[in-house]
T-cell receptor
């Protein structure tokens, strides 16, 4: 069966510090991968998706970037965090655009 | 851009009641409609997925319907239990994106 792992579960960072969140999927190959952000009082918003190694699409302009160095690894990064980057970050995978998306347990990021 | 709305934002019901959660979307050109459950501080658990060509899907006590022409979906929960307490999210699927509503927070009172 397939599993998806995100870490860390919680993170507290100062403004201006760098960020790296990691997501890995096990039990499948060549999945579509997604990063979402859930801000307080707002719905989930897609940040990035990837259909293959090195292929990243960005849905919204922002302070963040994503990379996919390996087939089942998806990384969310920032060089300098802003207060507005606070939120709950969720990684997901699917077998294609018309297939269910399966989510990790999320990382709660607080910026001080 | 697709907009997804869920009403009500919160709902409290006594244990054993049947209930309906509502979801509406503005663009009927969807690939599918998905319902998720989210427990506090946790990720999302997929409950049901209705393809655009389907009208409904059932899983246990859950039944989801889809009416693309009116831009509506409902999630019916039969014989609610305290363990059903969570936030329920609907999402309409585009080619590579899910557009989420802000959810309905359900509390089932024992």
């Amino acid at each position: 069966s397939q599993t998806i792992h995100q870490w860390p579960a919680t993170l507290v960072q100062p403004v201006g510090s760098p960020l790296s969140l990691e997501c890995t999927v096990e039990g499948t190959s060549n999945p579509n991968l997604y990063w979402y952000r859930q801000a307080a009082g707002r719905g989930l918003q897609l940040l990035f998706y990837s259909v293959g190694i090195g292929q990243i699409s960005s849905e919204v302009p922002q302070n963040l970037s994503a990379s996919r160095p390996q087939d089942r690894q998806f990384i969310l990064s920032s060089k300098k965090l802003l207060l507005s980057d606070s939120g709950f970050y969720l990684c997901a995978w699917s077998w294609g655009g018309n297939q269910p998306q399966h989510f990790g347990d999320g990382t709660r990021l607080s910026i001080l | 851009k697709q907009e997804v709305t869920q009403i009500p934002a919160a709902l409290s019901v006594p244990e054993g009641e049947n209930l309906v959660l509502n979801c509406s979307f503005t663009d009927s050109a969807i690939y599918n409609l998905q319902w998720f459950r989210q427990d506090p501080g946790k990720g999302l658990t997929s409950l049901l997925l209705i393809q655009s060509s389907q009208r409904e899907q059932t899983s246990g006590r859950l039944n989801a319907s889809l009416d693309k022409s009116s831009g509506r979906s409902t999630l019916y929960i039969a014989a609610s239990q305290p363990g059903d307490s969570a936030t329920y999210l609907c999402a309409s699927a585009g080619a590579n994106n899910l557009f989420f509503g802000t959810g309905t927070r359900l509390t089932v009172i024992p």
